[in-house]
C-alpha cells in the first residue's frame, strides 16, 4: 500500500518546473521591440514636427506675421523722419540693402529679418546686414498707408508681377519661395495687414508704377 499523497506521478508543480530556486519567466519588451517603438515615434515627431510638416509651418506662419509686423514698426518710425518715404537704394539688387537702413538705428533686433520657418542663418543683433541675408522681399518705391499695395513678403519666387491665382510661393518645398515649405507665405501691406496666401496668389493688390520688387539673395 502506497503512502498518503504518493501517486506514482510526480506534483504538478514539479512537472511544470515551478519551485524552489526555479526562476520565474516574466513578460516584457524585448530589446528589439523597444528599438521598433522608438524608431516609430521618430517618424511620428518628424512627420508632425519636421521643417516640412504642416503643423510646424503653420506655428512658424504665425511666428513670421508677427515679424512682419515688428519690421512695420520700424518702418513707420523711418518714415516718420524722411518725409513719409521708405528705405530706398538705387542700386539694390536684393532686399537685404534697403531693409539694412532700419539697423540700428529703427530697431536693433535683426531676428525679426528672419523667418521662423525657413532655414536662414541668424544675424547679428544690431548690426546692419547688408552683406548677409534675410528671408523677406521687400517693395521698394511703396509709401505706408494704402491697404491695397503690399509693402513685404516672405520670399518669392520671383520678381514677377503677380495677380490673383498667379503662383509666389513654392509648391513642392523647393526654394526659391519656400519660407514655409509648400504651404504658402505671408504679405504685409503698406496700411500694417497682414494676411497669408497658399502658393498661389488668393487676393488682389495693386503695385505702382515706380515700385521695384527686390528679393532677399538667394
Known sequence: MKAFGQSGRAPANRRRGV?????????????VELLVVLALLIILTTM??????????HAAQRACRQNLEKIYVALQIYANDFSGRLPANTNAQTSEAPLSL?????????SIFICPGGKDSALPSGVPFADRKISYAYYQGERLGD???????????????KQTGDQVF??????PGNNHYKYGGNVLFADGHVELTPPQLSFSFVTLPGV???????
Not at 532700419?102 to 533686433?109: E, G, I, K, N
Not at 491697404?147 to 508681377?161: F, G, K
Not at 521695384?212 to 538667394?218: A, I
Open 19 to 31: 519551485g524552489p530556486g526555479t526562476p520565474s519567466r516574466q513578460s516584457g519588451f524585448s530589446l
Open 48 to 57: 508632425m514636427w519636421g521643417f516640412g510638416s504642416e503643423s510646424r509651418q
Open 102 to 110: 532700419l539697423v540700428p538705428h529703427y530697431t536693433a533686433d535683426t
Open 147 to 161: 491697404a491695397q499695395q503690399p509693402l513685404m513678403s516672405d520670399q518669392q519666387i520671383n520678381t514677377q508681377p
Open 170 to 175: 513654392s509648391t513642392n518645398g523647393k526654394p
Open 212 to 218: 521695384v520688387l527686390l528679393n532677399p539673395k538667394p
